[in-house]
């Protein structure tokens, strides 16, 4: 057996590793959408701030491709922690090959002088918890994937919850924002951003993330790089001019019928004036002006998130599904 990198630029190897992760998605997953191997390219070349993960593939003696393995070290902030992926095709389980990739992965950790690991999986998938917690992992956390059907919604409540919103949030005025965006905005945006920290993350040992300038433009760069087209609507003070709240969606166009939601944030200091609400359900109708083939949105959160959770699915966001995260402990 021996791995070999995935190069974001041959197609090749972006296509096997993508038909054995939809292969094992059928299996574990069926909810979601297949991967698109140009889009998994995109996503190798730029991730999600210019500092994308590495995938391998692990293969056998005759060339095959039995799994795959994703490599993610953090390299701005959390420089302690390793995420990873271990993914063995169906036709290829209980042969010892997500054991030995698991011990490839905690060897990795330990090159690079890492101390945490980070292994994910269905929260009802009871054979791989145990797989993972007979290789030292301990369940730390647990995230929540649900979907809104746009067809689904019942617009009449939401227009309901938009009156509503309007008026506690009468000292806000929202923007509409589309990249690329200046400096002097995107440094106006750090602190909102920031606030993403304030999320719930269990018993995960994670320190919050580091938001700059630079990172800002990185992340809008590795945006555009995967061909995403990125909507921000932002809720500024009308007294003080500040950015108080700001939810993100991303379309891509190798999938335009679906979105997905970044970051939904609102600053502690303007908490209390329904912006969350607000802004979810404004960026559906700017959606609706501007993306009108959309079926469907994905949004996750942590599991224990209620109010963001309350938000969602005031709109007509429904459980999907919910996925525990392992975590594992280096000591010398």
Not at 166 to 195: F, G, K
Request: glycine share 6%; no cysteine; proline share 4%.
């Amino acid at each position: 057996m021996r791995l070999v990198a995935v190069d974001p630029h041959d197609l090749t190897a972006v296509t096997a590793s993508v038909e054995l992760l939809n292969a094992a998605q059928l299996v574990d997953d069926p909810d979601d959408h297949p991967g698109i191997p140009e889009l998994a390219a995109r996503w190798l070349e730029f991730g999600w701030d210019l500092d994308p993960e590495t995938r391998y593939l692990y293969v056998n003696a005759e060339g095959q491709a039995v799994a795959v393995l994703e490599v993610d070290l953090p390299r701005r902030d959390n420089l302690h922690l390793v995420w990873g992926s271990v993914v063995v095709h169906p036709e290829h389980r209980r042969r010892g090959h997500g054991t030995a990739l698991v011990a490839e992965l905690v060897r990795r950790a330990r090159e690079a002088g890492r101390t945490t690991i980070w292994l994910g999986t269905a929260e009802d998938d009871l054979g791989s918890r145990a797989f993972l917690e007979a290789n030292g992992f301990h369940y730390a956390s647990h995230d929540a994937r649900r979907k809104q059907v746009l067809s689904e919604v019942d617009s009449t409540a939401v227009d309901a919850l938009h009156t509503k919103a309007v008026e506690a949030a009468a000292d806000y005025v929202l923007e509409r924002l589309e990249p690329p965006h200046s400096d002097e905005l995107l440094a106006q945006l750090v602190e909102v951003t920031e606030a993403i920290n304030d999320a719930p993350m269990g018993d995960l040992t994670f320190e919050d993330e580091v938001f700059d300038v630079a990172r800002l433009r990185d992340i809008e760069t590795a945006r555009e790089g995967r061909g995403d087209r990125i909507y921000r609507l932002a809720a500024r003070h009308r007294e003080t001019g500040g950015i108080g709240g700001h939810t993100l969606v991303v379309v891509n166009q190798l999938r335009p019928e679906h979105a997905g939601q970044g970051d939904t944030a609102v600053h502690r200091d303007h908490r209390g004036h329904r912006l969350g609400l607000l802004l979810k359900i404004e960026m559906m109708r700017w959606l609706a002006e501007t993306e009108p083939q959309v079926t469907s949105i994905s949004t996750w959160n942590h599991a224990d998130n209620r109010y963001m959770i309350d938000v969602n699915e005031a709109i007509g966001y429904r459980l999907s599904r919910v996925f525990a995260m392992y975590e594992r402990t280096l000591t010398d």
